[in-house]
């Protein structure tokens, strides 16, 4: 499986940006598989973003952006969506989608995940 990022680019604080990641491969099937992204700041760890159980409507966000982005799945185009709305500076980051077959309930890790794409920059200016 292969993860193609992309929608990152330069925002005012209070904006919006949708981000896509797209899966590709042999058979893949996205709504098998846990999806996530996760983001870096620079000098920052990567935290956990957003995450859509696999088999299922389930998602989670982290506090940090819990009502102001939105994870989705698109079955058919094999896309994960990231809706970010009311933007902050501190939300300026490489921004990563990530996968893995089935779930796991440290969903929030990044070492639960197997596959990951090369990444996407959000900057969002003051």
């Known amino acids: 499986v292969q993860l193609q990022a992309s929608g990152g680019g330069l925002v005012q604080a209070g904006g919006s940006l949708r981000l896509s990641c797209e899966a590709s491969?042999?058979?893949?099937?996205?709504?098998?598989?846990?999806m996530a992204w996760f983001r870096q700041a620079p000098g920052k760890e990567r935290e956990f973003v957003a995450a859509?159980?696999?088999?299922?409507?389930?998602?989670y966000h982290a506090d940090s952006v819990k009502g102001r982005f939105t994870i989705s799945r698109d079955n058919a185009k094999n896309t994960v969506s990231l809706q970010m709305s009311s933007l902050k500076p501190d939300d300026t980051a490489l921004y990563f989608c990530?996968?893995?077959?089935?779930?796991?309930?440290?969903?929030?890790?990044?070492?639960?995940?197997?596959?990951w794409g090369q990444g996407t920059l959000v900057t969002v200016s003051s």
């Open positions: 859509i159980r696999s088999k299922s409507s389930s998602t």
């Open positions: 990530a996968a893995r077959s089935y779930w796991s309930v440290a969903y929030y890790s990044s070492s639960q995940y197997n596959t």
């Open positions: 491969g042999r058979s893949v099937n996205i709504y098998t598989m846990s």
